[in-house]
């Protein structure tokens, strides 16, 4: 009797988490270590703590040798003792001499924050440029670390044409990574001018940047206004690229709406170095939108921890904060307390029942007709297609004919203007009756919004 082959798949890795907390990370409410639980289990491995106390040791300062105390290490050996656990968690970054001391003492491996962070953006990533950010990124964390991942280094090599002199293989290796991190750096180069051809390409349309803690919802947004189908999952870093799409507004205007991978605390200054290009579409844009998770419990700490990112990242600050899924708020003196004395326009809103989106959307006209011009077009009334042209341009106020020609009244982004007179012709007029109240500056004339990747490059 023949059997239906069954696919087999490899058993989910079984990872201890622990960590230390120092005095300057906040206190999670949802439960000691609940962030880094969630990042093991949207890596695709199982939690297999009994007991949450004893795998956070709260510490003035690291010990230089393990990072926790040697009675915690202890702690955790006989913790995981005699039971199926084929790595340990910890929720901080390990110096190369911690995470080797770390494995000899629980006789286990080790995976640090930063690594298991590359991890997940490794299997998450599906585009070309996102995947070359990633090894970018793990290029950069395992230079360091080189001597933990292989057993044969000190050797010198003994292959025909390849012995230096005394060269050994942990050389070898070295030499090698530095060359493929040169030549990502070079690839992704390419890239990023290409995508900075194509933001250039849109600078007559107005542009939003939706940013946020990750899985704070800024995906569902960007589906409800605009009528995408991008992925929404209920997990950490289920965005990676920047996606930008059209919204179309009630009063027939576009604008153009950016989502990107969402912020994390402590995240790995590596990791944000590689990423440069692609936050950079998304922070360089007109307006930036900051997506909050109001419904979670410390939502406080997340909006500090994107604040904190981004003045790491570029000289602006948020223009808009979002306040999302407030219909799982239940008292809304929370929400007040929540913004403290932060500056920014605030709205409230439920990207997944729609609830305060039109809200939303009134803020937007608003930040658009500040920096739109009043204009008033005269052109042919028999040149139908450049009447539509230029109905697509903006928001008509007006519209009239006199002596064969169409004249229209209407609202445009003040740095297309000039740009509409170009495309229309010596045969059109084009006429400010009133200059944006904002004016959006050319790139020429704004000073440059430079992304500052946090930390340093080198390992």
Known sequence: MSRTPEETRSPKERVFVCGVLFPDQPVEHEGPLSEAKGLVQAAGAVVVNERDEPTLQHRQRADPSTLMGSGKVIEIKEEIAGRRVDAVFVDNDLTPAQIRNLEKALDKRVIDRSELILDIFASRARTRQSRLQVELAQMEYLRPRLKRMWTHLERNEGAIGTRGPGETQLETDRRLLAKRIHDLRARLTDIEERKRRQVQSRAENF??????????????????????????????????????????????????????????????????????????????????VHVVDASHPDADVQMAAVEKTLAGLTRREADLIVLNKTDRVADPIRLHLLLGSRPQDVVHVSARTGEGLDRFEAKIHHALDLRSAHVRVDLPLADGKRASMVRATGVILSEQVIDERLVLEMRVVDRAVGNLQRLLGSEALVEVLRPAVQPLLSDVDEEPKTLRPTGSDEA
């Not at 800024?218 to 059209?246: C, H, I, Q, W, Y």
């Not at 590689?274 to 936050?279: C, G, M, P």
């Open 207 to 288: 542009t939003i940047g939706l940013l946020g803690y990750t899985n704070a919802g800024k995906s569902t947004l960007l589906n409800r206004l605009t009528g995408s189908d991008e992925l929404v999952a209920d997990m950490p870093f289920a965005t990676l690229d920047t996606r930008t799409r059209k919204w179309k507004l009630a009063d027939g205007r576009i604008v153009l709406l950016s989502d990107t991978v969402g912020f994390l605390q402590r995240l790995p200054h590596h990791l944000v170095a590689s990423f440069h290009a692609t936050l950079e579409e998304a922070l360089n844009v007109d307006l930036i």
